[in-house]
């Protein structure tokens, strides 16, 4: 399973539009309170006591570690969010929360999240089933170890009602850029909807959506199965896919000229600005991974793509700098990072 | 005398911001009909007449041809106009009008514009006296073979009266991005309308101003002396490249940021983009021009952009094609001359 910021297939196929693909389990401690009503103290006990468990199992050949939120500053902790490596539930309870990751960062047992346990795989490109059986691996393990809250009826119980039952929520975040220029995504909202799915932004929950990226997901959990999860969620990723690319074809068939205008512009402009605000790069950046996704940007990967989608946050580029930086400066070193990074090879 | 197109002082100097200083002198022959009551068939012979009593005089180490307009098609006659080699009105008057020129395109001698003869010097940079002296002289060697209608009060005659007594248009281009920017140029075109001087857009007369280039010039030909004339336009010109530099200074402490970006992406979209349209390139050209000026550019040259400001004309590319291009096809084919005119060294 491939780390989706450094270790992208950057061979060009049909898949190249789907960025990542991501599950999520949770999981709750029988007989212990919710971690909303936990005050910080047990909340850090209920994290060693999952720690014990987690690393009294064998895991072959896998490093893990265990980070401790409380111990870091706010700005290195949304660094891990930027990454998708963590919610950004799990950074407002950084008073007591903490996650054990994989050294390819593609594990990530998040604890005292919504839940006492989110259990998180995520991978590059279109790659749900593997990705799930990674994620259901883990559950298994640590089953044996701890105690879930469950219910015959119910299935596994989660803070939130909407995650009863399965405690899945599986997503995939695609590229979408054409279908967003022609307004289609909307109408694809409702769509998904009426058959219980939701679309969001780069961030998840209540984010916007930036730079063309939206992450499907599932919004039912209870009265499937997993498998049925899985496979509809699929299904309404390939029709998706399906759409952007007859959309692709279309534009580039009748407006040649300004597509590739489009893109090699804002190649440009992100190889020679030197102040770049967040938003204007996200939607840059989609328009050159839309080049490289045609095949008409040669000399730029996917790696660098993803790699600068987790570099050039805010949290990113503070993190390595010593004194708090103004957003101006922010723009300026964010402009820096983008082009040392698109420098021409 | 040097051509402002082709053989630009690539020093970065205080006279940068002067692209070019233009002299021109209109005179008539006595006794014959003003060019607009002319038709083509005497129109022609007057051309003769001029080359004539132009070929018979002695011209050291110089090289001249006639390029006769009535032997070309409108495209061709629009580059010479496009290079300030020759006015608009010559163009419109190409059944019956003719231009004698050197090798190294400075001197041109106009015959059938608006006058039977303008006299024209151009060369680069801020050289009004040089290139006054060069016009004078060969006004003097035609003087001596064809009989100028001449009254000893008003002194030349002319078409217009405008152009009456000395005939003399005294003119400087520059490049004022600065001041326009800050909407500076108003005020500054009230203020020399009233001391006797004009400023005009790149193409000269009735031309919108187009790339931050404006051309100053005299407008009262009558009772001064050419010597005057050209001191006042100097004075005037030092004075708005004086106000110039102070803008700059003060834009460029109050936002350096902004500044080195503005420039930057305005070079980047010039080396990506597969579309530009005429007026977006100017305005992206006068940018990197200001670059260059500063010293923040180091890679293109003046050369190279004066060569760009005759290169991307419609006419100039047209010129090179076989078949009739449509705006869109101009576009392109400009963008490419621009993307490899200002490839990276």
Chains 1, 2 share one sequence.
């Not at 060693?48 to 893990?64: G, H, Q, R, S």
């Not at 990967?301 to 580029?317: C, G, K, R």
């Not at 390595?320 to 101006?328: A, F, P, T, V």
């Amino acid at each position: 399973m491939k780390n989706w910021i450094y270790s992208v297939n950057d061979e060009n196929n049909e898949n190249n539009i789907v960025i990542s693909s991501r599950i999520r389990l949770a999981r709750n401690i029988e007989g212990i309170a919710f971690p909303h009503r936990l005050d910080s103290k047990d909340g850090k006990s209920i994290v060693k006591d999952v720690e014990k468990a987690f690393y009294n199992t064998e895991y072959p050949n896998e490093n893990f570690k265990t980070i401790y939120l409380w111990e870091n500053d706010l700005i290195k902790n949304r660094v891990f969010f930027d990454k998708h490596l963590i919610s950004y539930k799990l950074v407002s309870n950084m008073d007591k929360s903490a996650f054990i990751v994989n050294d390819d960062e593609t594990i990530s047992i998040m604890i005292n999240e919504e839940d006492h346990l989110r259990i998180q795989a995520i991978s590059a490109g279109l790659n749900l089933k593997e990705t799930f059986d990674v994620a259901n691996k883990f559950d298994d393990l640590l089953e044996e170890k701890v105690d879930y809250a469950f219910d015959e009826q119910l299935g596994y119980l989660t803070a939130c009602p909407t995650n009863l039952g399965t405690g899945l929520r599986a997503s995939v975040m695609l590229h979408l850029p054409i279908l967003s220029m022609q307004n289609e995504m909307d109408k694809i909202f409702n769509t998904v909807s009426k058959i219980g799915m939701t679309i969001r932004g780069l961030y998840g929950e209540g984010s916007k959506v930036q730079g063309n990226l939206y992450q499907i997901s599932n919004q039912i959990t209870l009265g499937l199965e997993e498998e049925e999860i899985l496979n509809n969620l699929l299904a309404v990723v390939k029709q998706i896919i399906n759409q952007e690319y007859i959309s692709r074809e279309k534009v580039v068939n009748k407006y040649s000229y300004e597509f590739k205008d489009k893109i090699f512009r804002s190649l440009g402009l992100l190889r020679s600005a030197y102040l770049l605000q967040m938003e204007e790069t996200l939607g840059l950046l989609s328009n050159v991974r839309l080049g490289v996704e045609m095949g008409i940007i040669k000399d730029v990967t996917f790696s660098t793509l993803n790699q600068l989608l987790v570099d050039i946050s805010d949290a990113s580029i503070q993190l390595e700098i010593d004194k708090e930086l103004s957003s101006k400066e922010l723009a300026y070193r964010r402009a820096e990072i983008v082009r040392n990074k698109l420098q021409m090879s």
